[in-house]
């Protein structure tokens, strides 16, 4: 609901731990329209559930304002700033404004991991949705339901998700150009020395290429089939197939360029997958290890401790262990330890 020639009010929620970078990029693009236009095109307010100081993941402290009543508020805009810890951040209040403020029809959004505030608020139902990518596996498992993408920020019936970091500019930058105009928008981002405005469903992460550092294209292939089938590994011929190349051939590929067998590289996709979930989610050990390929507890066990030198069920987070206790998945005595990671038979 924009009031003609007033200023477009936006309130800033932040949680604790919420991510600077996403704060910076959601207001500096608004200051910066402000300052190229000679007037105050935009107006935000810094709040919190109870208010007072809110500290940045990085230390940094905000001054913010209590919620307001949400009959009350006349924010065109309200954004939750997330960070570390939000994913299993519960506030009631928080969650009875962002319901109600939707039914005023106010535009509602989240930054980074916000989005798990409101999903748990019940406002990505029946919407598109995005987060940041390391928590997206986590996002996937504890909401099955919602139609998750992997986009920059996808705004759907009045409601936005953010991937957060530098995404956030983008997406600032793109509501600068609807509503200001394209050339607006360049200048703004001139300002900032950002360049080029990168649309919604460009990639959050560097291309599997470049973060490896290899371009070889069976080696490629064969790693983002890796990465697609965590839940239900494939055997070394059928991911050769999926290749088009030998069982032997791959594997000459893999030692050749990533200096270790496809079994082995594989096994560390899916750990890392379970550690993201540990660290992420309140799913079960269990349930963890099945999402990530293995078949039972003491198999996931003896991989993980293998790999990161710890059991699954201790490398969790203290906000992320699940209110009703579980027991203690550890793996079955044997006589001795596997030597290597392609003893474990994966």
Known sequence: MVRGTDPFRVGVVLTPGFSLMAFASLVEPLRGANLNSGQVLYHWHHLSPEGGMIASGGGLEVLTKALPKAAETEFDMVVVCGGMGTDTYQNAKLTTFLRHTVRRNVIVGSL?????????????????????????EAFQETYPQLDITNELFVMDKGVFTCAGGTAAFDMVLQFIRQRQGNEFASKVSDQFVYGAIRQPRDAQRMALRNRLGVSQPTLVKAIEVMESTIETPLRAPQLAKHAGVSTRQLERLFLHHLGCSPTQHYIRIRLEKARKLLRHSTLSVLEIGLACGFTTASHFARAYRLHFK????????????????????????RRGPPTKESDLNL
């Open 112 to 136: 980074s991991t916000a989005s798990f505030i409101l999903a748990n608020a019940g406002l990505l139902d029946d919407r598109r949705c995005t987060i940041h990518w390391d928590y997206l």
């Open 310 to 333: 710890i059991v699954p069920s201790a490398d969790r987070t203290p906000e992320t262990v699940p209110f009703l206790s579980e027991k203690p998945l550890l793996p079955k005595k």
